[in-house]
């Protein structure tokens, strides 16, 4: 590990200013992706900014819904009663995720913030545009079955490795960030991580220095129907090979509200709207279902190993469709 | 005091599980070692050609750096395997990515790592071996290895009704023992200590001798707790050498701890094979004809290849069969023995082709092989020891509630799961090694303690507790009376955990020692004794306080006319989720006939690991390596996916009571190998029958049940 200095922030303030004027700091809380980073080398940061003192740790009914602390673990917050009772996809989608020991130290908004987990991106003698901007990606010519169907470009190939992002792109939730200036913004989730592009360095809009301090999660109808689905190498810690997050609202046994996020496909957590469109004012069955998961799936562009993803990606969307309305 | 020394074979937890719980256990690198600095190994990036420079000189300035070793400066040592020890930095060959090109010596392990980070390595690349795909095309009988033939499997084969031909594939996978290598190296004069965990002190203790010129005894071995090794702690890999010549350049001890990242390119791996089998059989279900044929790679630089196709010689009875094997040469780190090195590969191509003649024919799979059971061993003509194949099939057959299973495949739903089941059987050999063991008796009164020693080596599998069982119950002591001292190459040699030949050949050399003891105590005194008397009570008619006996055991002389095998049959119970694909083992069964089981706790727990890693082996595990550059890319738990607990549904254990006379005196078979043997198939198999979707590519992922 290279050398770097420590910094406890006492609070939200200080510790944004700490990072704005180091263009070389971040932020720590949990660590459970940093730390592994740092000692392979991927990431160097030269100071690292510990906010785990910051006062960030509610979970409470906010507007109707709920908001969630940035710095909340991710087991409290799956297992929080308000969570648990009103979004329960969410539960089910942090649980889905890494081990019980990882979800005990990770924060929910580190959790947001967790890089990719393709091996090329993660072996330092491996180009990769992402941590190298401009070396090249290995990945695209080489063993690429883990990597993206939607949204990739000829930069990276990449997926976003988050179960709790794919939920809460599903649920709209807003995240709340505080910059330099002192002053909040809101980024609408589905807007919070980015697409590749030529930019692959980027995972998300954050600007260097801004912090998470909660997502916000409105008021939700889904609670009664929605499953989170993840299709995985091995039955616990294993990251996705496709994930689905749905959710319906129904109303006189019509769909009235359709989410449908997809894990393990993008760059990003993948919102499948040709597909919850497909499902408005619909009746929930299986025919209707497939409709939705054929539609999500038609703009899938796949590479040489994971041509797979496209069939598992239509089951897996049938199956939690089936299993959010009951009938798996 | 009868049930006190009666003691062999009961489920007596580990001596050592104490030490072990409470981190008291010495494992390699916990030594405490004063002065001690730490190296870390700088790994090549390509996987052939040559070095034309390495830029040591910002590393050599980092901060804590004392050494800097390369191809330029290193201590010239003799190559001393050619398996284990490709990287040992005698000259500027490049033979595998990964390949070991500088060690870097620090105050700390961190200064050490950072440091590697700034160390500059130009390489002239040469055409590199590193698609498989590309190079089994190439493959060629290796020279030592002719076919194994029997009657004529061609013109069997051809002439027969009913026939399966298919080819079968098992990935690279890699052994990783919980403890991953390491050693200290501790420099006096010419003579080195080295505190490293090895399942074969003798092995280690030779190597690195050769290697730097040494005596063997010049090279002091300590290594009593090893953290798993599976095979991949079998001898001096190069992190030993590497260690022994950075304490030796530095003048003082030295750990080096091989990172989990680097397990993949330091210590072997099992290698990729290519199985085709060809089976043919009667209508009435008897075999006809028999064909295994390997195709695996190796080395550039040395030939290792897993005997996949010994169990095709002598689990059935098979008039014609033709067993063969191909190699191509990679550029990629030495293959070498890993758990059920040959049978458990092998194992799923024959268990598997056994399965699907099987369902050809309409008859079910267990009756299949009891139908098909051989009288004898017919690769050698020699009878069995003694063999368990048919109990192990009938009695596994009733745990798993096999009346359960629905001949065609789809036949069976839980909710979403298609629910199947599968059956394998197998096997292992049996040997006894020589092994010497010092047994020390000190005598207060009636109170008599002993000290067994030899240099054997416990892999967590309960090594420390069968040597106190034996000399307990063989000396009629209690076990607390017995102090066992292994794995320290001072002692008197042993065999070492390898091959299930540990249990056996340290056992019996024990219980050898302790009867020794007991005749030449009798052979000191004319007192006449109406009933046996107690070994406090011979020392104390030789009037002797202490008293020490060494013997060099051996297998018996009649051995060799049997074949002798531990023998076994798995049962599996899976869930395939219909439309993901993803594979459960909601319960699976073991039944082992392996002789006399030292320990049920232990050997229990033996047999549920070989499950546990069958199931790995069927479901998660694979080592991938980029064609391109041959480098793995599945560099973590995170993507080599051994199994986690959810993967693991109910494991049962049961053995099959065997008094075998011939195997060795106290009847003992081994199981550590056995105990995965047949695992992957009756998985494999179980998933046939669950969605009649045949998987002949390991591991069977979800994409492959789409």
Same mark, same amino acid.
């Given at each position: !590990?290279?050398?770097?200095?420590?910094?406890?922030?006492?609070?939200?303030?200080?510790?944004? =200013?700490?990072?704005?004027?180091?263009?070389?700091?971040?932020?720590?809380?949990?660590?459970?992706?940093?730390?592994?980073?740092?000692?392979?080398?991927?990431?160097?940061?030269?100071?690292?900014?510990?906010?785990?003192?910051?006062?960030?740790? =509610?979970?409470?009914?906010?507007?109707?819904?709920?908001?969630?602390?940035?710095?909340?673990?991710?087991?409290?917050?799956?297992?929080?009663?308000?969570?648990? =009772?009103?979004?329960?996809?969410?539960?089910?989608?942090?649980?889905?995720?890494?081990?019980?020991?990882?979800?005990? !130290?990770?924060?929910?908004?580190?959790?947001?913030? =967790?890089?990719?987990?393709?091996?090329?991106?993660?072996?330092?003698? !491996?180009?990769?545009?992402?941590?190298?901007?401009?070396?090249?990606?290995?990945?695209?010519?080489?063993?690429?079955?883990?990597?993206?169907?939607?949204?990739?470009?000829?930069?990276?190939?990449?997926?976003?490795?988050?179960?709790?992002?794919?939920?809460?792109?599903?649920?709209?939730?807003?995240?709340?960030?505080?910059?330099?200036?002192?002053?909040?913004?809101?980024?609408?989730?589905?807007?919070?991580?980015?697409?590749?592009?030529?930019?692959?360095?980027?995972?998300?809009?954050?600007?260097?220095?801004?912090?998470?301090?909660?997502?916000?999660?409105?008021?939700?109808?889904?609670?009664?129907?929605?499953?989170?689905?993840?299709?995985?190498?091995?039955?616990?810690?294993?990251?996705?090979?496709?994930?689905?997050?749905?959710?319906?609202?129904?109303?006189?046994?019509?769909?009235?509200?359709?989410?449908?996020? !997809?894990?393990?496909?993008?760059?990003?957590?993948?919102?499948?709207?040709?597909?919850?469109?497909?499902?408005?004012?619909?009746?929930?069955?299986?025919?209707?279902?497939?409709?939705?998961?054929?539609?999500?799936?038609?703009?899938?562009?796949?590479?040489?190993?994971?041509?797979?993803?496209?069939?598992?990606?239509?089951?897996?969307?049938?199956?939690?469709?089936?299993?959010?309305?009951?009938?798996? | 005091?009868?049930?006190?020394?009666?003691?062999?074979?009961?489920?007596?937890?580990?001596?050592?599980?104490? @030490?072990?719980?409470?981190?008291?256990?010495?494992?390699?690198?916990?030594?405490?070692?004063?002065?001690?600095?730490?190296?870390?190994?700088?790994?090549?990036?390509?996987?052939?050609?040559?070095?034309?420079?390495?830029?040591?000189?910002?590393?050599?300035?980092?901060?804590?750096?004392?050494?800097?070793?390369?191809?330029?400066?290193?201590?010239?040592?003799?190559?001393?395997?050619?398996?284990?020890?490709?990287?040992?930095?005698?000259?500027?060959?490049?033979?595998?990515?990964?390949?070991?090109?500088?060690?870097?010596?620090?105050?700390?392990?961190?200064?050490?790592?950072? $440091?590697?980070?700034?160390?500059?390595?130009?390489?002239? *690349?040469?055409?590199?071996?590193?698609?498989?795909?590309?190079?089994?095309?190439?493959?060629?009988?290796?020279? *030592?290895?002719?076919?194994?033939?029997?009657?004529?499997?061609?013109?069997?084969?051809?002439?027969?009704?009913?026939?399966?031909?298919?080819?079968?594939?098992?990935?690279?996978?890699?052994?990783?023992?919980?403890?991953?290598?390491?050693?200290?190296?501790?420099?006096?004069?010419?003579?080195?200590?080295?505190?490293?965990?090895?399942?074969?002190?003798?092995?280690?203790?030779?190597?690195?001798?050769?290697?730097?010129?040494?005596?063997?005894?010049?090279?002091?071995?300590?290594?009593?707790?090893?953290?798993?090794?599976?095979?991949?702690?079998?001898?001096?890999?190069?992190?030993?050498?590497?260690?022994?010549?950075?304490?030796?350049?530095?003048?003082?001890?030295?750990? @080096?701890?091989?990172?989990?990242?680097?397990?993949?390119?330091?210590?072997?791996?099992?290698?990729?094979?290519?199985?085709?089998?060809?089976?043919?059989?009667?209508?009435?279900?008897?075999?006809?004809?028999?064909?295994?044929?390997?195709?695996?790679?190796?080395?550039?630089?040395?030939?290792?290849?897993?005997?996949?196709?010994?169990?095709?010689?002598?689990?059935?009875?098979?008039?014609?069969?033709?067993?063969?094997?191909?190699?191509? $040469?990679?550029?990629?780190?030495?293959?070498?023995?890993?758990?059920?090195?040959?049978?458990?590969?092998?194992?799923?191509?024959?268990?598997?082709?056994?399965?699907?003649?099987?369902?050809?024919?309409?008859?079910?799979?267990?009756?299949?092989?009891?139908?098909?059971?051989?009288?004898?061993?017919?690769?050698?003509?020699?009878?069995?020891?003694?063999?368990?194949?048919?109990?192990?099939?009938?009695?596994?057959?009733? %745990?798993?509630?096999?009346?359960?299973?629905?001949?065609?495949?789809?036949? *069976?739903?839980?909710?979403?799961?298609?629910?199947?089941?599968?059956?394998?059987?197998?096997?292992?050999?049996?040997?006894?090694?020589?092994?010497?063991?010092?047994?020390?008796?000190? #005598?207060?009164?009636?109170?008599?303690?002993?000290?067994?020693? @030899?240099?054997?080596?416990?892999?967590?599998?309960?090594?420390?507790?069968?040597?106190?069982?034996?000399?307990?119950?063989?000396?009629?002591?209690?076990?607390?009376?017995?102090?066992?001292?292994?794995?320290?190459?001072?002692?008197?040699?042993?065999?070492?955990?390898?091959?299930?030949?540990?249990?056996?050949?340290?056992?019996?050399?024990?219980?050898?020692?302790?009867?020794?003891?007991?005749?030449?105590?009798?052979?000191?005194?004319?007192?006449?004794?109406?009933?046996?008397?107690?070994? $406090?009570?011979?020392?104390?008619?030789?009037?002797?306080?202490?008293?020490?006996?060494?013997?060099?055991?051996?297998?018996?002389?009649?051995?060799?006319?049997?074949?002798?095998?531990?023998?076994?049959?798995?049962?599996?119970?899976?869930?395939?989720?219909?439309?993901?694909? %993803?594979?459960?083992?909601?319960?699976?069964?073991?039944?082992?006939?392996?002789?006399?089981?030292? *320990?049920?706790?232990?050997?229990?727990?033996?047999?549920?690991?070989?499950?546990?890693?069958?199931?790995? %082996?069927?479901?998660?595990?694979?080592?991938?390596?980029?064609?391109?550059?041959?480098?793995?890319?599945? #560099?973590?738990?995170?993507?080599?996916?051994?199994?986690?607990?959810?993967?693991?549904?109910?494991?049962?254990?049961?053995?099959?009571?065997?008094?075998?006379?011939?195997?060795?005196?106290?009847?003992?078979?081994?199981?550590?190998?056995?105990?995965?043997?047949?695992?992957?198939?009756?998985?494999?198999?179980?998933?046939?029958?669950?969605?009649?979707?045949?998987?002949?590519?390991?591991?069977?992922?979800?994409?492959?049940?789409?």
């Amino acid at each position: !590990m290279r050398p770097f200095k420590f910094t406890q922030a006492a609070d939200a303030g200080s510790a944004v =200013q700490a990072v704005s004027f180091n263009a070389g700091a971040k932020f720590i809380a949990g660590g459970s992706n940093l730390l592994d980073l740092m000692k392979e080398g991927v990431e160097n940061p030269t100071e690292l900014v510990d906010i785990t003192r910051l006062n960030l740790t =509610q979970i409470k009914s906010a507007g109707g819904g709920v908001s969630i602390g940035a710095l909340a673990k991710n087991t409290d917050t799956a297992n929080h009663p308000l969570i648990r =009772q009103d979004y329960p996809l969410l539960t089910q989608a942090i649980l889905a995720g890494a081990s019980a020991q990882i979800r005990n !130290m990770a924060t929910n908004g580190g959790n947001l913030l =967790q890089r990719t987990r393709c091996s090329y991106f993660y072996d330092v003698a !491996m180009q990769c545009n992402k941590r190298e901007p401009g070396t090249g990606c290995a990945a695209i010519g080489g063993i690429n079955r883990n990597h993206a169907i939607f949204g990739a470009s000829d930069k990276c190939i990449a997926v976003n490795p988050s179960d709790m992002s794919v939920a809460l792109a599903a649920l709209d939730a807003v995240v709340k960030v505080r910059g330099a200036d002192g002053k909040e913004r809101s980024i609408p989730f589905t807007d919070f991580h980015r697409l590749p592009g030529d930019a692959p360095e980027k995972d998300n809009n954050l600007q260097h220095g801004e912090l998470i301090t909660s997502i916000e999660l409105p008021k939700s109808n889904f609670a009664s129907h929605s499953y989170y689905l993840k299709v995985r190498d091995r039955a616990s810690y294993a990251f996705a090979l496709v994930s689905v997050a749905a959710a319906l609202e129904l109303s006189g046994g019509k769909i009235k509200q359709a989410r449908i996020a !997809m894990g393990g496909v993008a760059h990003k957590p993948w919102r499948a709207t040709e597909a919850e469109k497909v499902l408005i004012g619909k009746a929930a069955t299986e025919e209707n279902f497939k409709a939705a998961a054929d539609a999500a799936m038609k703009s899938a562009k796949p590479l040489e190993y994971n041509k797979f993803k496209i069939e598992l990606g239509k089951r897996a969307i049938v199956l939690a469709l089936r299993r959010a309305t009951g009938k798996a | 005091m009868a049930s006190d020394t009666k003691v062999i074979g009961e489920a007596i937890s580990r001596i050592d599980g104490l @030490l072990k719980v409470t981190g008291a256990a010495n494992y390699g690198m916990d030594w405490p070692i004063r002065n001690v600095a730490y190296a870390f190994i700088v790994k090549s990036t390509i996987a052939a050609g040559t070095i034309t420079d390495i830029d040591t000189a910002a590393a050599e300035k980092s901060p804590g750096v004392i050494a800097v070793i390369t191809h330029k400066n290193a201590t010239k040592v003799v190559a001393y395997d050619p398996m284990r020890g490709i990287g040992i930095l005698q000259d500027n060959k490049i033979n595998f990515y990964g390949q070991n090109v500088a060690v870097l010596v620090a105050e700390t392990f961190e200064q050490a790592r950072a $440091a590697a980070r700034s160390i500059k390595v130009s390489y002239q *690349n040469a055409d590199s071996k590193t698609d498989f795909e590309k190079c089994v095309a190439e493959a060629v009988r290796p020279a *030592n290895r002719n076919d194994a033939v029997r009657g004529d499997f061609d013109a069997a084969f051809n002439a027969a009704e009913h026939k399966v031909d298919a080819t079968y594939s098992t990935p690279i996978e890699h052994h990783h023992p919980m403890e991953p290598h390491s050693a200290i190296a501790v420099w006096e004069g010419d003579n080195l200590t080295l505190y490293s965990a090895t399942q074969v002190v003798g092995g280690v203790q030779r190597g690195v001798a050769t290697a730097f010129g040494l005596k063997p005894e010049q090279v002091h071995i300590i290594s009593p707790h090893v953290g798993g090794g599976f095979g991949s702690k079998g001898g001096a890999w190069t992190n030993v050498i590497l260690a022994a010549m950075a304490a030796k350049v530095v003048n003082r001890p030295v750990k @080096l701890a091989v990172t989990r990242q680097n397990m993949f390119n330091s210590v072997g791996l099992r290698q990729q094979n290519r199985q085709h089998l060809r089976v043919a059989a009667t209508a009435e279900g008897k075999l006809s004809a028999l064909g295994h044929d390997t195709t695996q790679f190796t080395t550039t630089t040395n030939e290792f290849a897993e005997s996949c196709g010994i169990l095709a010689t002598m689990m059935y009875e098979v008039p014609n069969s033709r067993v063969g094997y191909k190699s191509a $040469a990679m550029n990629v780190i030495a293959p070498t023995f890993q758990r059920g090195p040959g049978e458990s590969t092998g194992s799923f191509a024959l268990e598997s082709a056994i399965d699907e003649m099987a369902y050809a024919l309409k008859m079910d799979p267990v009756e299949f092989r009891i139908k098909n059971e051989p009288p004898k061993d017919l690769s050698n003509n020699k009878p069995w020891s003694s063999r368990a194949t048919v109990e192990c099939l009938k009695r596994g057959a009733e %745990m798993i509630g096999w009346k359960n299973r629905k001949p065609e495949p789809r036949q *069976n739903r839980n909710g979403d799961n298609l629910v199947g089941y599968g059956v394998a059987s197998g096997s292992y050999p049996s040997r006894q090694s020589p092994t010497s063991t010092l047994l020390k008796l000190a #005598r207060k009164g009636d109170d008599v303690t002993a000290s067994v020693e @030899l240099a054997a080596s416990d892999i967590g599998t309960g090594a420390h507790t069968i040597i106190a069982q034996t000399a307990a119950e063989t000396l009629g002591l209690p076990m607390s009376k017995v102090a066992v001292k292994i794995g320290d190459s001072a002692l008197p040699p042993a065999a070492g955990s390898v091959g299930s030949i540990g249990a056996a050949s340290f056992c019996n050399s024990v219980a050898d020692a302790c009867n020794q003891a007991k005749t030449e105590l009798q052979a000191k005194t004319d007192r006449k004794w109406l009933i046996a008397p107690t070994v $406090a009570q011979l020392m104390d008619a030789a009037s002797l306080n202490e008293y020490q006996t060494r013997v060099d055991a051996k297998a018996p002389a009649d051995a060799a006319k049997y074949s002798s095998h531990a023998f076994n049959a798995n049962f599996s119970e899976v869930w395939v989720n219909e439309l993901t694909g %993803m594979v459960r083992v909601h319960r699976h069964v073991a039944v082992t006939g392996a002789g006399r089981i030292m *320990n049920a706790k232990t050997a229990r727990s033996q047999v549920i690991g070989g499950c546990v890693w069958g199931i790995g %082996m069927a479901l998660t595990e694979e080592s991938i390596m980029d064609p391109r550059w041959g480098n793995f890319i599945t #560099r973590s738990f995170a993507d080599y996916h051994i199994p986690a607990n959810l993967d693991v549904g109910t494991i049962d254990v049961a053995f099959i009571p065997e008094e075998d006379q011939f195997v060795n005196k106290l009847g003992i078979k081994g199981i550590g190998e056995v105990g995965i043997v047949g695992v992957a198939a009756a998985i494999a198999n179980a998933v046939f029958n669950a969605t009649g979707k045949r998987v002949r590519d390991l591991p069977i992922t979800p994409d492959k049940l789409l």
